[in-house]
């Protein structure tokens, strides 16, 4: 069984401020990861997928993860938030090779992101 | 190529009625999957499917809701005798084998 979890539904930061999302998972196969944003009334786009490759994955509009396998961590980060990363960001974790469970994806709550001007 | 197309993007169904709902997969994309989100509550998985298979459907509620991929032409996703409970934005997502999934723009139900 997989599940993900997503410390903090609501994080607020300033403009230029470093951007932390967090997001724990749980799984019995290697995981692949994935963090997703969603901005209202529009469907999910892909940021960053980790695939057993790099720890350190970089991803679209600046967005970058790390896996830690010690702590089951994919935490989200961006150095400096601007105005238009404000939306929903989902971490997700899909199913391993093999099986029906796979390419199914399992979903975090989701953390909504407010940037202050 | 198109991105996963789903339509339509809005859909108000009265209470009895039923809910078809469509999706395009990417060209050369052969497995659909299907997602629930509700107010205030991230996606849940609802069915897997390819080409006239339905792989997995642990997600999909016993009564009312059954999906099909047919040989040729759009995932239909169907909601028999909707309630308001039924109320949510249902996601689609296609993929190759092997690869990470693209999702449509949604369908958000509105059970009047």
């Known amino acids: 069984a997989q599940s993900v979890t997503q410390l903090g539904s609501h994080v607020s930061v300033s403009e230029g401020a470093l951007v932390l999302l967090r997001c724990n998972y749980s799984?019995?196969?290697?995981?692949?990861l994935f963090w997703y944003v969603q901005y209202p009334n529009q469907g999910l786009q892909l940021l960053l997928k980790y695939t057993s490759a790099a720890t350190l994955v970089k991803g679209i509009n600046g967005f970058e993860a790390e896996f830690k396998k010690s702590e089951t961590s994919f935490h989200l980060t961006k150095p400096s938030a601007h105005m238009s990363d404000a939306a929903e960001y989902f971490c997700?974790?899909?199913?391993?090779?093999?099986?029906?469970?796979?390419?199914?994806?399992?979903f975090g709550q989701g953390t909504i992101l407010t940037v202050h001007p | 190529n198109a991105g996963v197309m789903q339509n339509p993007r809005h859909l108000v169904r009265r209470r009895g009625q039923e809910a078809r709902l469509r999706c395009s997969p990417m060209?050369?994309?052969?497995?659909v999957y299907w997602y629930r989100q509700l107010p205030e509550e991230g996606l849940k998985f609802m069915v897997y499917?390819?080409?006239?298979?339905?792989?997995?459907e642990s997600g999909m509620p016993k009564e009312r809701f059954s999906a099909e991929f047919p040989k040729e032409g759009p995932s239909i996703l169907r909601i028999q005798q909707v309630v308001r409970g039924d109320s949510a934005a249902y996601f689609c997502?296609?993929?190759?084998?092997?690869?990470?999934?693209?999702f449509g723009q949604g369908t958000r139900l509105t059970v009047v």
């Open positions: 499917l390819q080409k006239e298979n339905i792989i997995d």
């Open positions: 997700a974790v899909r199913g391993g090779a093999g099986g029906t469970s796979y390419g199914k994806l399992t």
């Open positions: 799984s019995s196969v290697p995981p692949y």
């Open positions: 997502a296609s993929s190759p084998r092997g690869s990470e999934a693209f």
């Open positions: 060209k050369g994309h052969s497995h």
